[in-house]
């Protein structure tokens, strides 16, 4: 059990650094994708909704940190995240790709939207914001573009064997 940690320590630490270093300042009609949500998202569907809960919790807990407002908003809404779709993918059969891909574009769009929700209901206004639904689409069709590599480091950070590949 401690090898996993380690490894998912080692991709939670890589994933904030190319956030901060690189993603933050990518623009795409000026929404920066978030890679955070991704691997949220990602250990849900490769380690069960427990491991979702978790990693979401912590990359949440990091993202809160880069971001002005209530601290613990992204950890709630990334943790929630985690969990639903890792409840979602153990009750699907996942033997095509697109099914994953899908999963993290649903994912993505439900981990932005309930940001704004959340953040709504702490007084930021979020779901008012006329570029919502841009960012929604943006976040989503980026992580689903770019899922696949970041499913293969969660698996190998669940090392996870044959039976749960996503191949």
Avoid: K
């Avoid at 999963?103 to 959340?118: C, E, I, Q």
């Avoid at 770019?146 to 191949?167: F, H, I, K, M, N």
Wanted: with cysteine; charged share 10%; proline share 4%.
């Amino acid at each position: 059990m401690r090898g996993v940690g380690v490894r998912w320590a080692a991709l939670l630490g890589t994933a904030f650094v190319l956030q901060v270093a690189f993603l933050g300042d990518l623009r795409i009609f000026g929404v920066h994708p978030d890679l955070m949500l991704l691997v949220a998202v990602a250990a849900g569907l490769i380690g069960g909704p427990s491991r979702g809960a978790t990693v979401g919790f912590v990359v949440g807990l990091l993202v809160d940190l880069l971001l002005p407002g209530r601290l613990g908003t992204s950890a709630l809404a990334y943790s929630l995240v985690g969990f639903g779709i890792g409840v979602a993918g153990e009750s699907l059969m996942r033997s095509a790709r697109w099914i994953l891909v899908g999963l993290v574009m649903a994912g993505s769009a439900a981990g932005v939207v309930l940001y704004a929700g959340l953040a709504h209901l702490l007084g930021a206004g979020s779901l008012g914001d006329p570029r919502l639904l841009q960012i929604v689409v943006i976040v989503a069709v980026f992580n689903g573009l770019v899922c696949l590599p970041v499913l293969y480091l969660a698996q190998w950070a669940e090392d996870a064997g044959p039976a749960t590949s996503y191949r």
